[in-house]
């Protein structure tokens, strides 16, 4: 830890504890922190009076020590202290809002965060372990957004090498490295970063190598084995070594998009286009293998195609100024057998416009009915031979139902699935998903042991694979929901979106963040983006849900309500639906419905209450908290949990060193006469 005005002089109290007061009001700053708060951290193995005396001569120590020039800064009042002022600046990012996504900035988070302040009190050192874990999150996030903007992977060599230095295990940022490197035409570089990724997650002992690793690997191989036969005046096949291998194997499903028919003439090149866009957008969900331009009569003919598992066909028929566009997905695996199919009617305005619309309605539809499909679809192979994918797929309908039978089914399959490629990010993200259904139905027997599961394979998804759309939302959805770090969330989200904007699931979830951090609006626009996009969608009922409580907290009652009648009949052993419903009724005054509602839910989770309500909220202001917990009581809804003694969350029992469930960094580069480095 250091402190300097802005002539470069030390400003840095004798004593390390308060050094790290400075260091608390400064990361928090603007906020006050209560004085009983920085008592309990500090001093927490001391009677109450021992520690508050102990604390004030650490205030006298901060008041010497900044002295007249910088005073000013450091407010002791009478219940909190505060450290603010436009002079102050401190070297992290502002979580609360988006860091500098730069390699810059990533490399402010190489070194430990007060690595000087440990041991000085156990309360203390978790907090510190807790601030550590939550910078090791940010410096992720930004290292993992540079990795998604990286067109030439010679420019991904210097982030790549950043993100190591803070997360040595990020498979994401080893194989962007070895690509880099590879660019460069040093191919032995390459292969020496693969036998440093090795190395690195075999000492972890809990991760695999991913098959994309292991797969560009081979190819540097094979390429060094060329130029050893040949000479080094071989060249290096660049393309061959950066582009993704096929994958042929059942790993991912075989998806051919054909180009569509043209029923008369084809003015503006709709048929053609569309049918580039659906492909493309497709090809962004990495559980599709997704090839394009064979007719359906072609097929059998073309041997590439021969093992093609499902088919998206369709005709364009325009007249005037109207255009149909039909689309029909066939399982060739059952002799042409069509499983879905959709008509999208539109007038016909800027063709390129219409066709980006048209493209992304489709494409979002298409996924969750394949994912719906395969699911289904009966498998002549038992557990032990079926593929990870198969296992994947097999488990999505019980976590789609929710009945309790089949959901505990989908855990053992899901388990299967990583047994059989834990290098799977997707599947990563769905047991993480899994265990968050889990907590939020009133399921699991340890909730904190789930939590913590949860949060351990999202961050394992988004190591695995950061390019990895699906598994980044669902790390954030669990990172939002179960970890109660919406803002930190809301990035993984812009990023998923960002690789595939034509994931519904993502839009729901990015606006579940928002409405966390009560910016109940934003999260409107994003969930009905959710259903504009995949409005049959299996998790319509989530998407009806999610629409509940931001509605309520807008006072927009009957779209509320009307949400939460359509989310219980699409499935009504959702729990979380009932009880964003119950509150609406309460509030509204409907208690005949409410009390018709709050017995469904109470035979779904018999030891719900007021009490559990407020300690899984992940509402971040107080007054939406307050709001939910009011129309809950309205309804009827008992105050605490029968035979259980009173609690109450964590974040809300005790002072905590702000209110929100995050703290927030002052960054402000603009003045710096006195300047916190942690």
């Known amino acids: 830890m250091s402190v300097q005005d802005g002539r470069g002089h030390t400003i840095l109290p004798r004593t390390r504890k308060s050094r790290a007061i400075l260091a608390i009001l400064a990361m928090g700053s603007p906020k006050p922190v209560l004085r009983g708060t920085l008592a309990e951290l500090l001093w927490s193995r001391r009677e109450k009076e021992q520690a508050r005396a102990s604390l004030r001569q650490c205030v006298h120590e901060l008041q010497d020590t900044l002295g007249a020039d910088w005073g000013h800064?450091?407010?002791?009042?009478?219940?909190?202290?505060?450290?603010?002022?436009?002079?102050?600046?401190?070297?992290?990012?502002?979580?609360?809002?988006d860091p500098d996504m730069t390699v810059e900035a990533l490399a402010r988070f190489s070194d430990l965060l007060l690595a000087d302040l440990d041991g000085l009190d156990p309360a203390f050192d978790r907090w510190l372990k807790e601030e550590r874990a939550?910078?090791?999150?940010?410096?992720?996030?930004?290292?993992?957004?540079l990795l998604a903007r990286v067109d030439d992977p010679i420019d991904g060599v210097a982030v790549s090498k950043a993100l190591l230095a803070i997360e040595r295990t990020h498979q994401g940022a080893w194989r962007m490295l070895m690509r880099g490197h590879a660019a460069n035409g040093d191919l032995g570089a390459a292969l020496d970063c693969y036998d440093a990724c090795r190395g690195a997650i075999t000492s972890a002992g809990d991760l695999a190598l991913s098959r994309e690793i292991e797969d560009l690997a081979a190819r540097l191989r094979d390429q060094l084995g060329s130029r050893a036969d040949h000479g080094d005046a071989q060249p290096v096949n660049i393309t061959a070594l950066l582009e993704p291998a096929p994958r042929r194997d059942n790993a991912q499903l075989r998806l051919l998009v054909a180009p569509l028919r043209p029923i008369g003439e084809d003015r503006d090149g709709l048929a053609a286009g569309l049918?580039?866009?659906?492909?493309?957008?497709?090809?962004?969900?990495?559980?599709?293998?997704?090839?394009?331009g064979v007719a359906p009569g072609e097929i059998n003919a073309d041997p590439a195609t021969q093992d093609v598992d499902m088919a998206v066909e369709g005709t364009v028929q325009q007249a005037g100024s109207r255009v149909r566009i039909i689309v029909k997905l066939v399982?060739?695996?059952?002799?042409?057998?069509?499983?879905?199919?959709?008509?999208?009617?539109?007038?016909?305005?800027?063709?390129?416009?219409?066709?980006?619309?048209?493209?992304?309605?489709?494409?979002?539809?298409?996924?969750?009915?394949?994912?719906?499909?395969?699911?289904?679809?009966?498998?002549?192979?038992?557990?032990?031979?079926?593929t990870a994918q198969d296992l994947l797929l097999r488990a999505l309908p019980g976590i789609y139902r929710l009945d309790k039978e089949g959901f505990l089914r989908s855990r053992q399959l899901l388990e299967a699935s990583l047994e059989a490629d834990p290098s799977s990010s997707v599947t990563n993200g769905w047991l993480a998903y899994w265990n968050l259904l889990y907590v939020g139905q009133g399921w699991a027997e340890d909730p904190e042991a789930s939590t913590a599961e949860a949060a351990q394979l999202a961050e394992r998804a988004v190591i695995l694979d950061p390019s990895d759309?699906?598994?980044?939302?669902?790390?954030?959805?669990?990172?939002?929901?179960?970890?109660?770090?919406?803002?930190?969330?809301?990035?993984?989200?812009?990023?998923?979106?960002a690789l595939n904007p034509n994931m519904a699931l993502a839009w729901c979830f990015s606006g579940l963040s928002h409405f966390y951090l009560g910016q109940h609006a934003e999260a409107l626009r994003r969930i009905r983006q959710a259903i504009a996009l995949s409005p049959s969608d299996p998790h319509g009922f989530f998407f009806d849900m999610?629409?509940?409580?931001?509605?309520?907290?807008?006072?927009?009652?009957?779209?509320?309500?009307?949400?939460?009648?359509?989310?219980?009949?699409?499935?009504?052993?959702?729990?979380?639906?009932?009880?964003?419903?119950?509150?609406?009724?309460?509030?509204?005054?409907?208690?005949?419905?409410?009390?018709?509602?709050?017995d469904r839910l109470?035979?779904?989770?018999?030891?719900?209450?007021?009490?559990?309500?407020?300690l899984r909220s992940p509402m971040i202001r107080p007054g939406d908290v307050a709001r939910y917990a009011e129309g809950l009581r309205l309804a009827g809804l008992q105050e605490f949990t029968p035979h259980t003694p009173a609690r109450l969350p964590p974040s809300r029992a005790a002072p905590r060193l702000v209110e929100h469930s995050s703290i927030d960094l002052v960054a402000n580069p603009t003045h710096s006469p006195l300047r916190h480095a942690g």
């Open 73 to 97: 800064l450091f407010q002791a009042e009478r219940h909190h202290l505060c450290l603010k002022g436009p002079e102050l600046s401190a070297d992290l990012p502002a979580i609360a809002q």
């Open 134 to 145: 939550r910078c090791n999150r940010i410096a992720r996030t930004i290292g993992e957004t």
């Open 275 to 292: 049918s580039e866009e659906i492909a493309t957008g497709l090809s962004k969900f990495r559980w599709i293998s997704c090839l394009h």
């Open 331 to 386: 399982d060739r695996r059952t002799e042409g057998e069509i499983v879905w199919a959709g008509r999208f009617d539109r007038t016909m305005t800027d063709p390129l416009s219409l066709q980006d619309e048209l493209g992304a309605a489709i494409v979002a539809q298409i996924d969750p009915e394949l994912m719906r499909h395969e699911g289904k679809r009966p498998s002549r192979k038992d557990t032990s031979e079926a």
């Open 469 to 497: 759309a699906r598994a980044l939302t669902l790390a954030g959805h669990v990172r939002a929901f179960l970890a109660k770090h919406p803002e930190e969330a809301i990035a993984l989200h812009e990023r998923a979106i």
């Open 546 to 598: 999610a629409l509940i409580l931001p509605s309520l907290l807008e006072g927009d009652y009957d779209s509320a309500i009307t949400a939460g009648r359509r989310a219980i009949e699409m499935n009504p052993l959702f729990s979380s639906t009932y009880k964003g419903y119950l509150a609406v009724l309460g509030i509204a005054g409907r208690l005949r419905e409410a009390k018709e509602i709050l």
């Open 602 to 614: 109470m035979r779904l989770e018999p030891d719900f209450s007021v009490q559990e309500a407020i």
